[in-house]
């Protein structure tokens, strides 16, 4: 999930490169079709940049449905952090992303 379309469309051919399906959200409207509808999400990346504070009802809801989330953060930041482990966060990654990290943690959390 993300507010930018090019970022989203290199982040989800990377993780298919990785041999994962990719479901991209470019809105938190379509963040709440995807929950709605879809059963089986394995972990979701969710790049902050660009959105509102709606950001985080989406991640606490991903978090209730038990899925796991890293959050993409466009710097370094104590506030979002602190609201990205409030609302159920794993991890938080700044960018720009390490992609070997980024392949790590992915891989880890499918594994799981």
Same mark, same amino acid.
């Given at each position: 999930?993300g507010?930018?379309?090019?970022?989203?469309?290199?982040?989800?051919?990377?993780?298919?490169?990785?041999?994962?399906?990719? =479901?991209?959200?470019?809105?938190?409207? #379509?963040?709440?079709?995807?929950?709605d509808?879809?059963?089986?999400?394995?972990?979701? &990346? @969710?790049?902050?940049?660009?959105?509102?504070?709606?950001?985080?009802?989406?991640?606490?809801?991903?978090?209730?449905?038990?899925?796991?989330?890293? =959050?993409?953060?466009?710097?370094?930041? #104590?506030?979002?952090?602190k609201?990205?482990f409030?609302?159920?966060?794993?991890?938080? &990654? @700044?960018?720009?992303?390490?992609m070997?990290?980024?392949?790590?943690?992915?891989?880890?959390?499918?594994?799981?």
């Amino acid at each position: 999930m993300g507010a930018n379309p090019r970022n989203q469309e290199l982040l989800s051919a990377f993780v298919q490169r990785m041999g994962y399906e990719a =479901v991209r959200a470019d809105d938190l409207d #379509a963040v709440d079709d995807i929950l709605d509808h879809r059963l089986n999400i394995k972990i979701a &990346l @969710v790049d902050v940049t660009g959105f509102d504070q709606g950001v985080w009802q989406r991640c606490a809801r991903l978090h209730g449905q038990g899925i796991p989330l890293l =959050v993409i953060s466009p710097k370094q930041s #104590a506030a979002i952090r602190k609201m990205s482990f409030s609302h159920g966060a794993q991890a938080v &990654l @700044v960018k720009p992303l390490g992609m070997r990290e980024l392949a790590d943690m992915i891989h880890g959390f499918m594994q799981a």
